[in-house]
């Protein structure tokens, strides 16, 4: 079968990708949004160096697969000549933060699906992993749900789940890993038996479970923060790039954060003081360090993971 792919990127999406192709089948285009491409691929693309088949980029490169950008699709005139021409069977969205519109979706009757990166019907929307682990609850509900795709957020009919809870021991990248292991595991088994018509999606339970949207504060270290809140989030989300470090100076961007290092003393009441690798600031009860997150860093700690974990690899 020929799949349309909605994706961003990185290890979980790539694992969906290679999966579907080592089925026999093709993908006819890998949809990216607009105003995802510029930062969507960058820690993709040199993941792909070391290990091509946890690398979007990589596939497509070696598959010969078109990487497409879009305008959001409920207001992109062109789509139904964008999907007449490219003449795909499946729609598969993986890792977008794309809302798929019902003109898109009535194109796809059946046939339309999306991963998510947690157990359903728990934290719907954009940002479930994050979610779990500023709530401290991805052990609970940490998993990959393969759902059909409906007009409502993640609230399709499940087709199957694999339960990956956190391990916080291992952290973020090492987690994501093991989810995207279950997410190829998913594409062999749930979506190919589902899309033979031997396996019938099951409807979420009506009422229930929860959705959860983070912002840019709840990855945001500043003053406000304890030392010991302060490595708290460093320890869950420096692996993600995502944590940033607050400028004093309003004019300035915040810096990416990838580790606490140390707590230095009591509060100086000195400014932010930045250097080549660290950072020193002020939390609200110590003067505290942290390291610098730079590009690359992450894909680094994927390969390092990849490798801990290739024994268990189909």
């Given amino acids: 079968m020929k799949a349309l792919i909605l994706t961003s990127g990185g290890p979980v999406a790539a694992r969906i990708v290679n999966a579907w192709l080592a089925g026999g089948n093709s993908v006819s285009a890998l949809w990216v949004g607009q105003k995802m491409q510029r930062r969507a691929f960058q820690d993709d693309r040199v993941l792909g160096l070391g290990a091509p088949t946890w690398s979007v980029t990589a596939l497509a490169r070696r598959h010969r697969i078109p990487i497409e950008t879009h305008p ?19 729609l598969i969205t993986a890792m977008t933060l794309e809302i798929v519109p019902r003109s898109v979706l009535s194109r796809f009757e059946g046939r339309a699906v999306n991963f998510h990166p947690a157990l359903l019907p728990h934290y719907r929307g954009p940002s479930p992993r994050i979610g779990m682990m500023l709530d401290d609850t991805a052990s609970l509900h940490g998993g990959v749900t393969l759902h059909c795709l409906s007009p409502e957020i993640d609230k399709g009919d499940i087709v199957g789940a694999r339960t990956v809870p956190y391990d916080a021991t291992q952290g973020f990248i090492n987690w994501d890993v093991r989810l995207a292991r279950a997410a190829g595991d ?19 339970p009506a009422a229930s479970g929860s959705y959860r949207r983070t912002d840019k504060a709840d990855v945001t270290l500043s003053a406000e923060h304890s030392a010991e809140r302060t490595k708290w989030l460093c320890d869950r989300l420096g692996e993600t790039g995502l944590l940033r470090l607050k400028s004093e100076n309003a004019a300035k961007k915040p810096q990416r954060v990838a580790s606490f290092l140390r707590t230095l003393g009591p509060r100086s009441l000195k400014p932010q003081r930045s250097g080549m690798f660290t950072m020193d600031f002020d939390s609200a009860d110590a003067r505290v360090r942290v390291g610098r997150h730079f590009q690359g860093m992450q894909a680094l700690g994927y390969l390092r993971a990849i490798a801990q974990t290739r024994r268990d690899e189909p």
């Fill in 72 to 90: 959001k699709l409920s207001a992109w005139k062109d789509a139904e000549a964008a999907l007449e021409r490219l003449n795909a069977d499946v």
């Fill in 186 to 204: 998913l594409v062999e088994h749930e979506l190919a038996s589902y899309l033979r018509g031997k396996v019938t999606a099951t409807p979420q």
